[in-house]
């Protein structure tokens, strides 16, 4: 079992906002980074620390945190949005473990 | 710009080991913490260990202890994962992965190497 629980499937309207969330009680103390991954495709990092986003990750992407639980959020879904989501971030052990979230299906309708 | 290319797809039986690779470049191994993430068919991202900067040491998740091991070659550039006692439900994609920022998240990923074990 996963120490970071995801909704297993969130849907969205095309233009419309959506939050994925993530939680854990070691998100109390550490960032989650949020992942997407495409079928055939190795993950790519979306959102990191605070609300960073990788250089070429659209603006549309952000993320926030609250208690024990992270969010990301897609402001304006697109179409190509439409994939996998994973939270990561340090287990509750405080041995500088990582965990990922059982991982979220977006789909845009 | 850093990046991350895997060894080639494996089968091999239960009972065997496996050993992936993992070729840096644009970087040196040395200035990365390489972690490992494997995926079995249609289930999600799973952690597996990586090196701890904050210890100096390498890391396993709890669920692979004693049958993973990590290492690296740094006259290459070169990080392995080798998992023993290969049983079917070893079988997926595995990913090196790194943060090229410094940072706890993974930025860089390698492609993936496949491995399925069958009898």
């Known amino acids: 079992s996963s120490e970071l629980t995801q909704d297993p499937a969130v849907s969205v309207a095309l233009g419309q906002t959506v939050r994925i969330t993530c939680q854990g009680d070691?998100?109390?103390?550490?960032?989650a980074s949020w992942y997407q991954q495409k079928p055939g495709q190795a993950p790519v990092l979306v959102i990191y620390?605070?609300?960073n986003r990788p250089s070429g990750i659209p603006d549309r992407f952000s993320g926030s945190s609250s208690g024990n639980t992270a969010s990301l959020t897609i402001t304006g879904a697109q179409a190509e949005d439409e994939a996998d989501y994973y939270c990561?971030?340090?287990?509750?052990?405080?041995?500088?473990?990582?965990?990922f979230g059982g991982g979220t299906k977006l789909t845009v309708l | 710009q850093v990046q991350l290319v895997q060894s080639g797809a494996e089968v091999k039986k239960p009972g065997a080991s496996v050993k992936v690779s993992c070729k840096v470049s644009?970087?040196?191994?040395?200035?990365?913490?390489m972690h490992w993430v494997r995926q079995a068919p249609g289930k999600g991202l799973e952690w597996m260990g990586g090196?701890?900067?904050?210890?100096?040491?390498?890391i396993y998740a709890q669920k692979f202890q004693g049958r993973v091991t990590m290492t690296e070659d740094t006259s290459t550039d070169t990080a392995y994962m080798e998992l023993s006692s290969l049983r079917s439900e070893d079988t997926a994609v595995y990913y090196c992965?790194?943060?090229?920022?410094?940072?706890?998240?993974?930025?860089?990923w390698g492609q993936g190497t496949m491995v399925t074990v069958s009898s």
């Open positions: 990561n971030s340090r287990d509750s052990s405080g041995n500088h473990l990582r965990v």
């Open positions: 090196f701890d900067p904050e210890d100096g040491e390498t």
């Open positions: 992965a790194t943060s090229a920022a410094g940072n706890d998240a993974f930025d860089i």
């Open positions: 644009g970087y040196t191994l040395t200035e990365l913490s």
């Open positions: 620390g605070k609300n």
């Open positions: 070691s998100l109390r103390s550490y960032y």
